[in-house]
């Protein structure tokens, strides 16, 4: 799709916007704090050359993105908006690593990731309303030697999958996040609309929820999927919580705990992804 602005990488510009795009960045301004956006989904899999396939196959352009010191490496899918999928696979057994112990269970969306502008400031205040995230350094290399550096926050292992982990980019985000032409997609894919998490207790996740946005967010009715959703929203992104009610959830929560279940994507046109374990609605995004 040529002819269209879309912004960089560093500032990434609001998309064609369609009534409920433009409710959804409304929503986003009123509540907005330091945490600006969905940075990304990890999408863990076995084999990443096949996955790159894969995706590649379901229309995604796919950039690989490198390496990390912790045993894995990744490619990368992303959007107009400044958010991205993130394959990633083990290079080596790595048991302590939060996300190894998904592999055995099927993988899929296991987590999801903010981004944010100072994260020093945000864990301190998420911390002060009650959920501790550990700060700790990243780093990977991508495929043409230049090393990417950045600062991540995480929860306690128990809370993963059901807390995102924060970024704040050391190196420019521009390095780390595929822009331009890399985020244009055969499929029609623009951007990332909501990620619906499965959650065993709705209201301790909703408190979770409020002490990482400081929002209250908003119960509402998932009309396609029949069950009721506590929603949040972050600059542009949606995030809804829902305990149960669907097989969906009922699926995700009995394989894997709680987290990221299904995620839908404003494209140009309305279909169903799903590759291996991973849920994809692509909804048609009005102009």
Same mark, same amino acid.
């Given at each position: 799709?040529?002819?269209?602005?879309?912004?960089?990488?560093?500032?990434?510009?609001?998309?064609?916007?369609?009534?409920?795009?433009?409710?959804?960045? /409304?929503?986003?301004?009123?509540?907005?704090?330091?945490?600006?956006?969905?940075?990304?989904?990890?999408? *863990?899999?076995?084999?990443?050359?096949?996955?790159?396939?894969?995706?590649?196959?379901?229309?995604?352009?796919?950039?690989?993105?490198?390496?990390? !010191?912790?045993?894995?490496?990744?490619?990368?899918?992303?959007?107009?908006?400044?958010?991205?999928?993130?394959?990633?696979?083990?290079?080596?057994?790595?048991?302590?690593?939060?996300?190894?112990?998904?592999?055995?269970?099927?993988?899929?969306?296991?987590? $999801?990731? $903010?981004?944010?502008?100072?994260?020093?400031?945000?864990?301190?205040?998420?911390?002060?309303?009650?959920?501790?995230?550990?700060?700790?350094?990243?780093?990977?290399?991508?495929?043409?030697?230049?090393?990417? /550096?950045?600062?991540?926050?995480? !929860?306690?292992?128990?809370?993963?999958?059901?807390?995102?982990?924060?970024?704040?980019?050391?190196?420019?985000?521009?390095?780390?996040?595929?822009?331009?032409?890399?985020?244009?997609?055969?499929?029609?894919?623009?951007?990332?609309?909501?990620?619906?998490?499965?959650?065993?207790? *709705?209201?301790?996740?909703?408190?979770?929820?409020? /002490?990482?946005? /400081?929002?209250?967010?908003?119960?509402?009715?998932?009309?396609?999927?029949?069950?009721?959703?506590?929603?949040?929203?972050?600059? !542009?992104?949606?995030?809804?919580?829902?305990?149960?009610?669907?097989?969906?959830?009922?699926?995700?929560?009995?394989? $894997?705990?709680?987290?990221?279940?299904?995620?839908?994507?404003?494209?140009?046109?309305?279909?169903?992804?799903?590759?291996?374990?991973?849920?994809?609605? $692509?909804?048609?995004?009005?102009?």
């Amino acid at each position: 799709m040529k002819g269209r602005d879309f912004g960089s990488a560093e500032h990434p510009a609001e998309l064609p916007t369609g009534t409920l795009w433009r409710e959804c960045q /409304a929503a986003g301004r009123e509540e907005a704090g330091l945490l600006r956006q969905i940075d990304h989904l990890v999408v *863990l899999v076995e084999d990443l050359e096949a996955a790159i396939q894969a995706y590649h196959e379901a229309g995604f352009t796919v950039v690989r993105g490198g390496e990390h !010191p912790t045993g894995t490496h990744n490619a990368l899918i992303g959007f107009a908006d400044g958010s991205y999928l993130e394959l990633i696979a083990f290079r080596e057994p790595n048991p302590e690593h939060r996300w190894y112990r998904y592999l055995e269970l099927g993988g899929g969306v296991v987590d $999801l990731c $903010l981004l944010s502008d100072d994260l020093g400031s945000d864990v301190e205040q998420i911390g002060a309303r009650g959920v501790t995230l550990r700060i700790s350094e990243g780093s990977r290399r991508r495929p043409d030697g230049v090393t990417i /550096a950045w600062k991540g926050a995480t !929860p306690p292992d128990e809370l993963t999958g059901l807390v995102p982990f924060l970024i704040e980019d050391v190196t420019p985000r521009s390095e780390r996040v595929p822009h331009g032409q890399q985020a244009e997609h055969a499929n029609g894919t623009r951007g990332l609309a909501e990620v619906l998490i499965a959650v065993p207790d *709705l209201s301790h996740a909703v408190e979770l929820w409020r /002490a990482v946005t /400081a929002t209250d967010g908003e119960l509402v009715h998932d009309a396609e999927l029949g069950i009721a959703v506590h929603r949040f929203v972050v600059g !542009p992104h949606r995030i809804g919580l829902a305990a149960g009610g669907n097989p969906l959830l009922v699926e995700r929560l009995e394989r $894997l705990g709680p987290g990221p279940v299904l995620s839908r994507l404003w494209a140009w046109t309305d279909a169903e992804v799903v590759l291996g374990t991973a849920h994809f609605q $692509l909804r048609r995004l009005e102009v």
